[in-house]
């Protein structure tokens, strides 16, 4: 959970029941798309905290095809918004078109909204060009008491922006997922210790390693998690991590030799201590 500022949850609480009131009203009107994108644009101002004049520009060109809404600060674009007609479901092709605008400006992230749905994504610069979906905050459900979505504002908001919180964000929910989860039970000490405990459940346990992960991969963990590209991107990232040396590492042999000589009296002060004995 991101550190939130008093003043930037003191904002969102503010600002939030009163932009439920204009989302709920909207839908009820059922507005257009251009009425839409002026609320989306009030939203980023007083809910968001961005200078309405400075950091949110609206129709921004793009290589000949104009981007409804721009967060940025002096020229480093945070994201880019995409705004449908607030009676409007969100659809692929929607999603396409803003993912278009982001990969030929170069941007990694990328907002489609229709003012009540927020969907945020990072944009994969690969051939072909991806994306992979963040979060989703639904306006007119999130609570100023729910810390989830607390942070998902706050990442989006001036002050997250500039701190780089939606990468946070994104890096903590990348290591949190279900194919890295399912990976990591898939690894040998994983493994090992499950045979442990299982043992103390029943002496007569007698299932290896190579038993367990075959029933774990035939009967408890779902295929897609355990096959694909994303799956096998999570099993190189375990065996990244695994590789990486713990912070508490043992001391070297030679280290240990050296501590031991220094906690030990020398033979010269052994011998002192006899002579004076005698």
Avoid at 74 to 88: P, Q, R, S
Avoid at 238 to 244: A, D, E, F, N, V
């Amino acid at each position: 959970m991101a550190a939130i500022p008093k003043k930037v949850q003191d904002r969102i609480k503010t600002n939030l029941k009163k932009y439920q009131k204009v989302l709920e009203s909207a839908k009820a009107r059922d507005i257009n798309e251009s009425d839409t994108v002026r609320i989306v644009s009030d939203m980023l101002c007083d809910l968001f905290g961005f200078d309405r004049y400075l950091e949110i520009s609206t129709e921004y060109l793009i290589r000949g095809t104009y981007c409804d809404l721009v967060v940025k600060s002096g020229d480093t674009i945070h994201f880019l918004m995409e705004v449908k007609a607030i009676g409007l479901d969100l659809k692929e092709s929607h999603l396409r078109q803003v993912v278009d605008y982001a990969a030929k400006q170069g941007v990694e992230w990328a907002v489609l909204t229709n003012g009540i749905i927020w969907e945020t994504y990072r944009i994969l610069f690969k051939k072909p060009i991806g994306q992979e979906k963040i979060f989703e905050i639904n306006m007119l459900e999130v609570s100023p008491r729910a810390e989830q979505d607390m942070e998902k504002i706050y990442v989006l908001s001036r002050e997250g922006t500039h701190k780089a919180a939606i990468s946070s964000l994104h890096e903590e929910l990348q290591a949190t997922n279900r194919f890295v989860i399912a990976a990591i039970l898939q690894a040998d000490d994983v493994l090992n210790t499950l045979r442990r405990e299982l043992k103390k459940v029943s002496k007569v346990v007698r299932a290896s390693k190579e038993d367990l992960l075959r029933i774990l991969r035939n009967e408890v963990l779902k295929r897609e998690v355990i096959e694909g590209e994303k799956a096998e991107a999570a099993k190189h990232k375990i065996k990244r991590g695994l590789k990486k040396p713990s912070k508490t590492a043992q001391i070297p042999t030679e280290s240990k030799a050296v501590a031991k000589i220094e906690a030990s009296p020398s033979e010269s002060e052994a011998n002192t201590k006899s002579m004076s004995e005698d």
